[in-house]
């Protein structure tokens, strides 16, 4: 599976930005699709995960309120809606997916095999 994240820039504080990933599959019904980000110096972390069989979202508790995650199975795409964006949100954000047709995907990076190229999101006045 080979996926492209895609949509980081410059936006100010407070602003939005729109996230997508475009997967190389035909289909991406049965892979959970996960959002993280590594700011500099930091360790890569999960932003929003979305399971493939229920469509469950998850969100950190940074993000909870702010971002909203959404995935379109007939397009084999993702998303995710930054609202609210904060300098603490200035990172590379990365896509990412695992095939699990049931069941609980945690929202870790081991987690997931597969990882697009990131896009670097900066948030700054």
């Known amino acids: 599976v080979q996926l492209q994240a895609s949509g980081g820039g410059l936006v100010q504080p407070g602003g939005s930005l729109r996230l997508s990933c475009a997967s190389s599959?035909?289909?991406?019904?049965?892979?959970?699709i996960g959002w993280f980000r590594q700011a500099p110096g930091k360790e890569r972390e999960g932003v929003s995960c979305i399971n493939s069989h229920d469509g469950t979202v998850y969100y950190s508790d940074s993000v909870k309120g702010r971002f909203t995650a959404t995935r379109d199975n007939a397009e084999n795409t993702a998303a995710l809606r930054m609202d609210s964006l904060k300098s603490e949100d200035t990172a590379v954000y990365y896509c990412?997916?695992?095939?699990?047709?049931?069941?609980?995907?945690?929202?870790?990076?081991?987690?997931?095999?597969?990882w697009g190229q990131g896009t670097l999101v900066t948030v700054s006045s």
């Open positions: 599959r035909n289909t991406l019904d049965y892979y959970a």
């Open positions: 990412a997916a695992e095939f699990r047709p049931r069941g609980q995907t945690k929202c870790t990076v081991d987690e997931h095999s597969y």
